[in-house]
Nanobody, 118 residues
Framework: VQLQASGGGLVQSGGSLRLSCAAPRSIFSINVIGWYRQAPGKQRELVATITVAGTPYYAESVKGRFTISRDNAKNTVYLHVNSLKPEDTAVYYC?????????????WGQGTQVTVSS
């Protein structure tokens, strides 16, 4: 199973984007959905998750700037990325998991590139 991320782009420092993650309903309705990112030369890291009940969790590096939400009618999870910094530049991916820090359940898609210029 592969979840599709979209919505990335090139923005200036301080700008905002809304990333979208479309998931099959069979996956969306029973699993935690997480947003991950991988910057050049770095390991992929988890930045935010949202439970089936809608409870969000965030990495310290993005807390207060990123907001994760889910639209159950559209089987879509969003990541609102605000107050962007050059260090947020990365390819952003989404995947299902069983909770923060657990292994992912699907294969990795192409992701969506977010580039923040200073």
């Amino acid at each position: 199973v592969q979840l599709q991320a979209s919505g990335g782009g090139l923005v200036q420092s301080g700008g905002s984007l809304r990333l979208s993650c479309a998931a099959p309903r069979s996956i969306f309705s029973i699993n935690v959905i997480g947003w991950y990112r991988q910057a050049p030369g770095k390991q992929r890291e988890l930045v935010a998750t949202i439970t089936v009940a809608g409870t969000p969790y965030y990495a310290e590096s993005v807390k207060g700037r990123f907001t994760i939400s889910r639209d159950n009618a559209k089987n879509t999870v969003y990541l609102h990325v605000n107050s962007l910094k050059p260090e947020d530049t990365a390819v952003y991916y989404c995947n299902a998991n069983r909770g923060w820090g657990t292994r992912v359940l699907g294969s990795w898609g192409q992701g969506t590139q977010v580039t923040v210029s200073s």
